[in-house]
Every structure is written in C-alpha cells, then in structure tokens.
C-alpha cells in the first residue's frame, strides 16, 4: 500500500449499513404491500380532489381508461376490489353525472358494459398526467436495477395469487354442481335458484 486512501462510495456504504443493520422479515411484506399502495393512492387522491374527482371516481375512471377494451360491470368491480352492488351504486351516481355511460352487452343483454362518458374523456388526459407525475416522484431516486427486480417480484406473486384464486373458482364450482346438474347433496338445483344466480352475477 503507498498510504494513500482509497475514494469511498459514501452513498453505497449508507445503503449497505442500513440492509446489514435491518431485520428482513417476510411477515413485513403483506402490510407493506397494502401501506405502499394506500399512501400512493392518498397522494394521488390529493392532486386529484381539486377536479372534482373523489377516489371512488378517478380509480374507476382510470381503469376504464387503460383496459384494451371495454369493461363489464362485474370487471371493475374485480379490479376495484369491492363488491357489485357496491359498485352499481357507484356507476349509477357516475353516470347521471356524465362520467361513464353503460349499455347492454351484444352477446348478453343482461351484461352491461361500462365506458366512459365525454365529461370523463375530456379530463382523463389530466388524470393520467397527474398519476405519471406522481410516479416520477416517488420513483425518481430508486435505481433502475432495483425497480426492475421489485416490478418481477410483485408481478410474479400477483400471478401466483390470481392463479390460486382461479383455481379456486374451479373448485367450488365443481363442489356446488356434480355432472347432473345437482348439488353434491344430491338435491336437483329449481330454475326459480338459477335465474337468481344469473341475475346477481350480472347485475
């Protein structure tokens, strides 16, 4: 060695210090998961309130705007993580106001189909600015590396979860009908039952 020291990364050696000092625990990950995506959304509701936007109103209004096609009732109410009679409450109250317009599905009148109305579409371009500006902010100091290993995981374990859940729709369908078209009870399912299950399905 000449003496001389060596240039030190202060910036590494922080990052560094800090993930050694730090306990990872795995039960951490749930309730962090469910915190990071609450506060994004309070931020955001915050820039947005000023346009008369409400949470229930700019999350609807932004699903619609990014899905390839149009939406069924029972679509957004999936995404939106709430139940349907809920959400029509909603879509009733958005539509009268000239945010989203509905219209029954073509294969099934029963079915109806969300899209948005031309109050919505004339301020949609100010929502998604607003979303990506937020984005930018919070994301802005976050290595690239880092946020393409974070976006893998999520993706990965949001797979895993929908996969389970489909999987479990396939279960409890076949619990509930055996090959007859009879509950496992061996009881015959009466049309007046089959219209009603279609009819919330839909509705």
Do not use: Y
């Amino acid at each position: 060695m000449n003496g001389r020291s060596l240039p030190i990364d202060k910036q590494r050696v922080v990052s560094e210090l800090t993930i050694l000092m730090s306990k990872i625990d795995p039960e951490t990950f749930g309730p962090l998961l469910h915190g990071t995506a609450r506060a994004w959304r309070l931020k955001l509701d915050e820039r947005l309130k000023p346009m008369g936007l409400s949470q229930a109103k700019w999350r609807t209004l932004l699903h619609l705007s990014v899905a390839q096609a149009a939406l069924t009732q029972a679509e957004i109410a999936e995404r939106l993580g709430i139940e349907q009679p809920t959400l029509v409450t909603l879509l009733h109250r958005l539509e009268r106001e000239g945010w989203v317009r509905r219209r029954s599905s073509r294969h099934d009148r029963r079915c109806k189909i969300v899209m948005l109305g031309r109050r919505a579409q004339r301020v949609i371009a100010e929502i998604n600015a607003a979303a990506n500006k937020l984005r930018h902010e919070l994301l802005s100091e976050i290595a690239p590396p880092e946020l393409e290993t974070c976006i893998r995981v999520l993706a990965r374990v949001r797979a895993k979860a929908e996969r389970r859940d489909k999987m479990r729709k396939i279960v409890m369908s076949q619990v509930s009908l055996d090959g007859n078209g009879q509950k496992r009870s061996g009881h015959s399912i009466t049309k007046k039952t089959g219209r009603r299950r279609v009819t919330r399905e839909f509705r």
